[in-house]
């Protein structure tokens, strides 16, 4: 055997709570190990400190690099420098005249209700306005004076700052200005400097300025972290994991492609996951200790050009990841008579209380109390030497304070277990609005989905996420706990070059399309060469390319990527695409190739690191087949809070052998993970290792368990069914009629007889909190898709509109966080709506309207109102209303905008739209 086989290789995820690490073992088996990213008093740092501990060297001694075949990160470095605002001094070179465009940015404000704005730290130290010109068709207006811009970036110098982003107008046609600047600098000294065109070769400045900045911003910082690991690794092969979902080497690893490196891990992990087990449509669920993240596969990975991170707009490739901030580490509280889970986390310190180091009651503290974590069977990583097991003494202490307060206040008598569960419905509510965002506003159904569980706090949510969503299998594998890291050892070398076309697709030359596809695929063939990778390439490894075509509306900013083919195929796909997310297409308006994406993929023997998985942690054998009918035995019994208190079995994950059936509920331990099999799933062991948990009857799971306790029908919170809440909403919101109409007429009686029987019960803090989630998630998408198909700068960019829910006498039940100005008025207007066409309504109709004076249309002309009522199967009269609001630029007064100030009448301001209908029964 080849000695630099002979060596261990690390596979690590340094989260914001945990980190991972996987050591694959000289003869190919895996072990795992989990430790908190930071100790204080303990280890400098937590990556190093697993690789050492595999290794069993103490952590002040050198790590024996001849024993490291290579070591694969995913790391938060940058993204936690991007929070805390602690990354290089940078300054800015923009075209002058745009100083200060990165500031103002698009004019929406990310908090529109808080009375003292504090405005987002600047991530740039200066400005330096570069005297400089070039038009939108690339050419140059106004050249640059070498002279004066070295003079300038000197005296930038001479401050000490040693990072520069250089940002110039249409540099992404026109780069030559961008490039001399840049020679200029590097001569000067500057240690750092990123150019927009090669950042982030694409239109809109705002986000390429932005994502230009980041980089300079955090490269610095990353290769700090980078010298500090070489120091340590001394030599050792060391590769990053990149947001796209690729790998690079150390030195081409970069601020811009840092920020979802490690959760990226984990959907390469998931994907490898569902191929063993023959499934292609995953949704995936990746919990952690901060925060949740959900992301969508069917067949291919997809990626997300733009995104938001921390209050800074990026346009850069990563892998399309939506993150709610519920993880383990949420802080649990109780404010406006609301149980709150998050947005606040704990993070690693202090942590959730049962770590012993005085932290905020949490949601980890929720599961401890409820049973779904057993502190016998979790990792001693606490206390305040981190090697004590979890405290949960000091949670029921804190919960039973909790009781008390919210008894206080609100009169509410809750014991501390049904607080805790409500806490947890909570939290499932909001990661199940997550997944929702991920799937059914883009027109996929969850319940056609395979869960795709993961994450440290994956397990314990796992089947009450699916029974929220109607999905019926989950996935667990082995390492479900650690499953970014596994992500990251499996990952290819991915390169991702792009070019900005931005004619009608129809102008296009397919000649031309052709040379410049194969332009990008040399250059990556070169970047794979600078990485060291393609002279390492043989059979069993391959390289190839993947191109998209990246399309739009003319008008419009929402791109849709589709598959390089033939024009018209093209055309068709993105038609395709935008029916089905947006319910239409554009047929009149012209079809825009925005750009070409080419991705060139140096693809490793992924299979026989599979089979290596499986074979170590396999516990087959040859009776597998005689064992369904001989339960494993349970480790001991534990009391877990379902609805009720129940003794339930808890087996570790080594005691169970492949094809054993396990029926909920029970509690499943593994090294660094907890699964819990709620009533009306059952579990079985795969012969690949992995668990799959499929849903069946909940009487089927009662007969078959008798720990199964059924909850008391006089339960505080047996009064209204949360899922019959979800079905209800989900029908509205959708229009969901795969439902079974028996099914929802169910529903629809059980929401009517209840809403006046509500209005004499007493309120529940979790149900408020629940349906307060609900309803601002409903107008939050309504605004969302408003956003993507609108096509004037007001909508798309400024997002000067607002969009709210009402009830059946139009008053306003909740808003999503837009246009304050607009809202105030609103009510009025559905109540206009509502007077004028009473008794006449029909289902699919809509209203427009936007006379200020005798409808309450809104605060001027140019702010239009669309209203929607809202019919229930089997209901005459709207059950509620829907309305958005929208400024217009030009809506036909004397000038442009509004309130001219020579205007004599109303007419001369603009048109006076009444309530008018505009769509008649859909």
Known sequence: MDASIAQWSFWIDRGGT???????????????????????????????????RFLGIASDEPIPAGQIREVRMGTTVGTNALLEKTGEPTALAITAGLEDILEIGYQNRPDLFTLHIQKPESLYAAAIPIVERVDAQGRVLQPIDPQQIKNQLDEIYQRGIRSLAIVLMHSYIHAGH???????????????????????????????????????YLSPVLRRYLHQLRRDLQGVPLYFMQSHGG?????????????????????????AIGAQAGRNRLLGFDMGGTSTDVWHYNGELERAFECEIAGVRLQTPMLDIHTVAAGGGSILSYDDKRLQVGPRSAGADPGPVCYGRGGPLSLTDANVLLGRIQPDFFPALFGADGRQTLDADAVRYHFERRASEIKADSGVDRGM???????????????????????VERGYNPEEYTLCCFGGAGGQHACALADRLGIREILVHPLAGVLSAYGIGLADW???????????????????????????????????????IAESLNTRHSVRYVTRAHMKYAGSDTILDVAWNEIPAMVSEFESNHRRLFGFDRPENPIILAKLVVETIGTIAINEILESTTESMSTSDTNAKQVDADPPEPARYVQMY???????????????????????????????????????????????????????????????????????????????STVDSEDYVDQVTHNRTDKNPADMARVNEAYRNKRTQDDRTQFDPVRLEIFHHVFRSIAGEMGAVLQQTGMSVNIKERLDFSCALFDERGRM?????????????????????IRKTEGQMQNGDVFVLNNPYSEGGGTHLPDITVVTPIFLIGMNSPAFYTASRGHHADVGGITPG??????TSIEEEGVVIDVTLLCSKG
């Open 417 to 439: 277990y049904e607080i805790a569960r409500g806490y947890f419905d909570i939290a499932i509510t909001h990661m199940a609005g997550a997944v929702k965002k991920i799937s």
């Open 642 to 720: 379902i609805d009720a208190p129940a003794m339930v079995p808890l087996f570790t994950v080594a005691s169970i052998q492949d094809g054993r059936t396990i029926q909920g509920p029970a509690v499943v331990s593994a090294p660094n993970d907890t699964l819990v099999i709620d009533p009306g799933w059952q579990a079985v062991r795969e012969a690949n290792a992995c668990i799959r948990l499929t849903k069946v009857a909940i009487d089927s799971a009662t007969i078959d368990n008798p720990n199964f306790e059924k909850q008391p029908t006089d339960s505080p919170l047996n009064k209204i």
């Open 898 to 903: 509004s309130m001219p100030p020579f205007s």
């Open 813 to 833: 039940i909740a808003n999503a966080p837009h246009i304050p100005v607009h809202l105030g008025s609103m009510s009025e207007c559905v109540q206009a709506v």
């Open 494 to 532: 991915r390169c991702l070059k792009e070019t900005y076309i931005g004619l009608p697709i129809f102008e296009c030359s397919l000649e031309d399309l052709v040379f410049a596809i194969d332009g990008l695929k040399n250059e990556g063939r070169q970047w794979l060469h600078e990485q060291g």
């Open 18 to 52: 945990f980190t991972d690490v996987i050591g694959v073992h000289p003869d190919g088996r895996l072990e795992s190990l989990k430790l908190l990213s930071e100790l204080r008093g303990g280890y400098a740092d937590a990556a190093l400190e697993g690789i050492r």
């Open 178 to 216: 961008e490039k001399k600047i840049a020679r200029i600098a590097r001569d000067i000294g500057f240690t750092q400097v990123s150019v927009s065109h090669e950042v982030s070769p694409a239109i809109r400045i705002i986000r390429r300025g932005d994502t230009t900045v980041v980089d300079a």
């Open 247 to 271: 790998l690079t080497g150390a030195e081409a690893f970069r601020g811009r492609d840092s920020l979802l490196s490690g959760p990226a891990g984990g959907i390469v992990g998931g994907v």
